[in-house]
């Protein structure tokens, strides 16, 4: 026997408590958490409200990206083919997602605030190639659904920071 | 020369001695000190002022001061930014001004991120800006020329750009327009800036005002690797960097040498590299299946109908080099077709020698020149455009230019410079006497001829030019690495070359031969062509197997200029099909041969034979000249028979190869501008007697050939002259006539 042969009891003693108690576990994805307003889900791109991209093709996304994953060739914009709002446009904007780490540098470092990391993350494949998000895709609005889009349906927790603990 | 005096300054109370009138910014420099700078650049002549971003204040001076345009005095005592809060609030409203009318299109701009403005404003200048009205506008961006872009928003008018135009490169087409707030950078008259040096003012703007066409929007500074190599586009051999992204060249940035080119590239070696992408680029092999058409082969089968090629020919082989393939190259291919084969029969399109390796110097000492004298049918800027601009600064140092042809200031008949050199070197010639008397004097050959530089060794010689160290002679080659290519081709066997007829094989060795009409002759006579050429043109109806060439910012190996300065190529981009090296050790394995495939260790293996056993490594990104050879006998001196001349009516044709030519400037539609018109340059003294104005349409015809150019006026040539460029002259022969159309 043990040094405290009541150890065991006491110990087994907690987990029959839990039995009569309410499960904490959610039933992940006939049950979805929603997220809070700041959560880095996957990115979109943005235009303007005449139709013209945001994304003028500069690369500073790619700079600040820590995990090398944004690929941006630029092009000029041309009376009869115009993109965007400045002279160049991204003519080809990928980001490869099974890179991405969900930084939102490339957010930060956007002068256009063309690219925005939204609440999407539902983002699994069965391919990788899959996971490179082209310019079109990242235009689009989310095509998954996503918690957030239906507030009414789940209940929404308090915040942290607003349960005084 | 006697030793400057020196003085001694304190710069933030450090101190520096320099020699007395240095300029201010590198005083600075040389204690350590920072004093930034916009319009400041010292290759481009004194100072100006214009930026006044180097403002410093100066101990009894009462104002603040433009740094650079003031040089170094004894006792200075001078307080940057850093230590002189007047200085600092100087820099940052001048920095303030400046960017008052600057646009904030930075994300936009191709010079985003490798921008002085951008990175002297973080440093030193205000964070935010006070300024509430519209910036100024215009309209861009406005092509100035098919390869430079101009956005006067973004010019700060600093004047690098026109100092560049006017001084160093003396074209004189870029100007500044109006006055004060009104001043503008344009072009005279809004024509096309078309000169050879027009791409250095993209990489002087200190700003993205002047931005490249081929590399807008191409790519930005944190997405590119800069490859060092050199530019194998003509013998100078300027050192550049090749700026790539995801495997491919962007752009072509200079590396400053400042012994061979102080900085500088011509428009053909800075935009010419997108021939790399050319449509017709030949990427596979190709065999021709019937009389014209080819059908790609795999690599194995290639090298099994090369095999059978080479086999069938045995000895009987001629190789036509084109002399722009790497040391390495060469030689590998001279171990195949030598050691394997016995084929020592080679072609190359220049004779190249060693003979003025004892007046040897590097190209900068032209510049430090006091008499400079060219002999040759051929304008230097055609041959060796670096070479120019070598020659200009020596003008402006105040060097007398002497050039002795049918254009020159001794007039001279084409094909006479070997005559030229012989009249130099005899007692009566008063230029002859000037050299002989000159502690400084440079000679070049710039033109046909000149047994790879002996005539000129001859002259050097008799001048007595041994023993002087400013005096030196250049031969310009017509390619890039003649000298290189023939020292490989000769260190690989010992055995006398015998011309075989008839021809079995002919083997046609890169682009340069396979456009040249006399290596086409050849292949006349020979049975089989087998054409290694990057461009399905040149290989179309008379190559037999074709196997696919690579460029030089393709290769890794070595390249000889035309100073006899050994120089590293580096790969900056994979070829689309394997290098030469690689089949050609493939190929030389089935001879039993055994040649590496990597130019490293060819070279370890040709160095002792050929370059006195450098090693590979030694070769370094900035080369350095070997030292003067010992005085060696000359080869005998062959003068060509002279060309027939003029009997007044029949005019001597002059033909000259323009810079802007050959397979890689033809697939860049940037340049197509750069390229000579359809002219032919007349005298006037001929133009007069045949009623002939500029701009006239004329026929030129010489027997039973005819072509109809444009007449240009040249005053400047020798009467009884016409130059034509060679890819207009065509089949013309020497002597022409030319008749009003």
Redesign the interface.
Do not use: I, N, S, T
């Given at each position: 026997m043990s040094p405290q042969p009541f150890g065991s009891i006491k110990g087994f003693g907690v987990t029959f408590k839990q039995i009569f108690k309410k499960p904490i576990t959610q039933q992940y994805p006939e049950y979805k958490r929603p997220l809070y307003p700041r959560f880095r889900g996957r990115h979109r791109l943005w235009r303007h409200e005449d139709g013209l991209e945001k994304c003028v093709g500069c690369s500073l996304c790619a700079a600040a990206c820590p995990a090398d994953c944004i690929r941006v060739v630029a092009a000029e914009n041309t009376a009869e083919h115009r993109v965007s709002a400045g002279e160049r446009y991204a003519r080809i904007y990928e980001i490869n997602l099974s890179r991405c780490i969900f930084c939102g540098y490339c957010e930060l470092a956007c002068p256009f605030d063309a690219i925005t990391l939204g609440n999407e993350f539902e983002l699994s494949e069965y391919s990788r190639d899959d996971l490179i998000y082209t310019k079109d895709m990242l235009l689009a609005p989310p095509i998954k659904r996503v918690p957030v889009a239906d507030r009414e349906l789940y209940d929404t927790p308090i915040p942290f920071y607003k349960t005084g603990s | 020369m006697s030793t400057p005096e020196l003085v001694t300054v304190t710069i933030d109370g450090r101190r520096a001695e320099v020699a007395k009138g240095t300029g201010l910014v590198e005083t600075a420099l040389q204690a350590g000190v920072e004093i930034p700078v916009f319009c400041y650049e010292p290759r481009l002549g004194p100072p100006i002022g214009a930026c006044r971003m180097c403002l410093v204040e100066i101990e009894g001076m009462p104002k603040l001061q433009a740094g650079c345009t003031l040089t170094a005095q004894d006792g200075m005592a001078v307080r940057t930014a850093a230590t002189s809060e007047k200085a600092a609030e100087g820099q940052n409203a001048t920095l303030e001004f400046i960017l008052v009318n600057h646009p904030l299109?930075?994300?936009?701009c191709d010079k985003?991120?490798e921008c002085p403005l951008q990175d002297l404003t973080f440093r030193y200048g205000p964070g935010n800006t006070r300024m509430i009205f519209p910036k100024r506008t215009f309209e861009?961006?406005i092509p100035i020329s098919p390869t430079i872009a101009l956005d006067r928003e973004r010019c700060i008018l600093c004047y690098r750009c026109t100092r560049f135009s006017e001084s160093v490169a003396g074209d004189g087409q870029l100007v500044a327009r109006n006055r004060g707030a009104q001043s503008a950078i344009a072009t005279f008259e809004d024509e096309p800036y078309r000169a050879p040096f027009s791409g250095n003012v993209i990489e002087l703007c200190p700003v993205g005002a002047l931005t490249s066409t081929q590399y807008?929007?191409?790519a930005?500074p944190?997405?590119i690797q800069n490859v060092p190599t050199v530019c194998a586009m003509c013998p100078v051999g300027c050192n550049v960097s090749a700026t790539t992204r995801e495997g491919k060249v962007k752009r072509i940035v200079s590396r400053n040498h400042p012994e061979v080119d102080e900085g500088w590239l011509c428009d053909k070696g800075r935009f010419a590299h997108s021939h790399l992408r050319a449509e017709d680029r030949i990427t596979e092999p190709l065999l021709r299946v019937r009389r014209r058409g080819f059908s790609p082969i795999g690599w194995d089968q290639a090298l099994d109908e090369a095999e059978r090629l080479l086999r069938g020919a045995g000895s009987r082989i001629v190789t036509a080099l084109s002399g722009s393939e790497t040391v390495e190259g060469a030689y590998g291919l001279a171990r195949l077709l030598r050691g394997g084969l016995g084929a020592h029969s080679a072609v190359l399109p220049e004779e190249a020698g060693h003979a003025l390796d004892a007046y040897r110097l590097p190209l900068s000492a032209i510049r430090d020149a006091e008499l400079v004298v060219v002999v040759g049918d051929d304008p230097v800027s055609e041959r060796a455009p670096i070479v120019d601009l070598w020659i200009r600064a020596a003008q402006r140092g105040g060097a007398e230019l002497v050039t002795a042809g049918p254009s020159g200031t001794l007039l001279a008949a084409p094909g006479s410079a070997a005559q030229v050199c012989r009249d130099l070197a005899a007692p009566g010639s008063e230029v002859g006497r000037r050299l002989r008397e000159s502690a400084r004097a440079i000679l070049i050959w710039s033109g046909q001829g000149g047994q790879g530089g002996a005539h000129l060794a001859a002259l050097a010689r008799a001048l007595g030019f041994d023993g002087k160290e400013g005096c030196g002679a250049f031969h310009l080659p017509a390619t890039p690495n003649g000298r290189g290519v023939a020292a490989a081709w000769a260190a690989a066997s010992d055995e006398e070359a015998e011309n075989p007829e008839p021809i079995s094989l002919l083997i046609v060795s890169g682009d340069e031969a396979a456009s040249d009409p006399n290596v086409r002759a050849l292949a006349e006579r020979a049975e089989a062509v087998l054409a290694i050429t990057m461009f399905h043109a040149l290989a179309v109806g008379w190559a037999d197997l074709v196997l696919p060439a690579t460029s030089y910012l393709e290769r890794d190996g070595t390249t000889m200029n035309l100073e006899g300065r050994l120089q590293r190529l580096r790969r900056a981009v994979m070829p689309p099909a394997p290098d030469e090296l690689a089949w050609l050790s493939q190929l030389a394995e089935r001879f039993g041969i055994a040649l590496p495939p990597y130019p490293a260790l060819v070279f370890e293996e040709l160095s002792p034979v050929a370059f006195g056993g450098l090693a590979f490594g030694e070769v370094g990104e900035r080369a350095a000249l070997p030292p003067r050879a010992e005085a060696a006998p000359l080869p005998p001196l062959e003068s060509a028979p002279p060309p027939p001349t003029s009997d007044g009516h029949y005019l001597q044709l002059l033909r000259y190869r323009p810079l802007f030519s050959g397979a890689a400037v033809e697939r860049v539609p940037e340049l197509q501008f750069q390229r000579p018109p359809r002219e032919v340059e007349l005298s006037a003294d001929d133009a007069e007697r045949r009623r002939i104005s500029s701009g006239d349409e004329v026929s030129v015809r010489s027997n039973g050939t005819s072509t109809a150019l444009r007449a240009r006026l040249d005053r400047r040539l020798a009467p009884g002259v016409v130059r034509i460029a060679e890819e207009h002259a065509g089949d013309l022969h020497a002597l022409v006539e030319v008749v009003k159309a």
């Open positions: - | 299109d930075c994300p936009v985003g991120g861009k961006p807008r929007f191409e930005r944190w997405e």
